[in-house]
C-alpha cells in the first residue's frame, strides 16, 4: 500500500478549504449521513486521515469516543490546536500520529471506522480496504469518502476549462488535479461496494457530495439561508441517480454483520 506523504504542505489550504461554505457543505453531508448510521449509544470511532481533525471532533460533539489517525505532524497539530479550542471534548478524543501503512492500535475493533478524502491519494485501494474493514465490530461500520471516478472532467467543463473537460472525458480518465493542487485518482462507488463486501461487510446506499456547487471556489459566500438551501437540495439529490452519479466525492458505507447466536 502506498504511503500517503506530503500533507503537511496543503495543511493551510486544507483548513481554509475547510472553512468555507464549499468545503462545509461536504462536511455536514458526510457528517448527516453519519450520524443518521451510527447507534445512538457512544459509539467508537477511528477517523483515518482526520486532517485538521473536522469530521473528528464533529463525532466527538455528538457524544461519540473518536479516535483521530493522521500520518502528517502538522495535520495532527492543527487538529491538536482545534481540540484545545474545544475542552469540553479533551475525555472523548484522542490523536494519534499513524497513517494507514503503519496503523497500530491496541483494543476492541471499532463500533464505525472512517477514511475521508485519503484513497485518492492511493494508487489502488484494495489493500486500504483490507486494512480499514479488518478494524470494523460487529455490527460496526465501514464510512468511507472518496473521488467520484464517475465525475472526472465534470467541473473542467462547469468552470469553462473545456480542453481539459474534453481530454479527461474522452480518455475515461481516472484521476485528475483535485483542489489543493494535487493529482488525484477516482473511484467508482459500486467497485469500493465490491471490495467491502469481499471483506464480510454489507454495502449501504451509497450518495455523491457536492453535485451543484463543487465547481464553485472557496470564496463562494452564500448567505445563511441561501447555504441552507444548498445544502437540502444536495441532501436531497445525494441519495438519487443521475444526479449522485455526478457528485464530485462518493460516500460509500458497508456493516459488518452482527454475530448470531448460537
Not at 137 to 146: E, F, K, N, R, V
Not at 186 to 209: I, M, S
Amino acid at each position: 500500500m502506498d504511503a500517503v506523504t506530503g500533507f503537511g504542505s496543503v495543511g493551510a489550504a486544507y483548513a481554509a478549504h475547510s472553512d468555507s461554505a464549499r468545503g462545509r457543505l461536504r462536511h455536514d453531508l458526510v457528517e448527516r449521513r453519519l450520524l443518521a448510521e451510527l447507534p445512538t449509544a457512544p459509539a467508537r470511532i477511528l477517523d483515518v486521515g482526520c486532517g485538521n481533525g473536522e469530521m473528528t471532533l464533529r463525532l466527538a460533539t455528538a457524544g461519540h469516543q473518536v479516535t483521530g489517525a493522521d500520518p502528517a505532524a502538522s495535520m495532527l497539530a492543527a487538529a491538536a490546536d482545534c481540540l484545545a479550542a474545544r475542552p469540553e471534548l479533551a475525555d472523548r478524543v484522542r490523536l494519534v500520529h499513524a497513517g494507514l501503512e503503519n496503523l497500530s492500535l491496541d483494543g476492541e475493533p471499532f463500533d464505525a471506522v472512517c477514511c475521508h478524502g485519503v484513497l485518492m491519494y492511493l494508487d489502488d485501494p484494495s489493500e486500504a480496504l483490507a486494512r480499514l474493514a479488518g478494524l470494523v465490530a460487529p455490527g460496526g461500520m465501514l464510512s468511507i469518502l472518496a473521488k467520484n471516478r464517475r465525475a472526472i472532467g465534470v467541473r473542467e467543463a462547469l468552470v469553462g476549462d473545456y480542453e481539459t473537460a474534453l481530454r479527461l472525458i474522452v480518455s475515461g480518465a481516472d484521476r485528475c488535479v483535485g483542489n489543493l493542487g494535487r493529482e488525484t485518482r477516482g473511484d467508482d462507488p459500486e467497485a469500493l461496494d465490491r471490495l467491502a463486501a469481499e471483506h464480510g461487510l454489507v454495502p449501504l446506499p451509497w450518495q455523491g457530495v457536492r453535485i451543484f456547487h463543487d465547481h464553485f471556489d472557496d470564496a463562494w459566500a452564500p448567505d445563511p439561508a441561501a447555504y441552507a438551501a444548498a445544502l437540502e437540495l444536495e441532501w436531497a439529490a445525494s441519495s438519487r441517480s443521475p444526479y449522485r452519479d455526478m457528485g464530485h466525492l462518493v460516500h460509500t458505507l458497508a456493516r459488518r454483520p452482527k454475530r448470531s447466536r448460537s
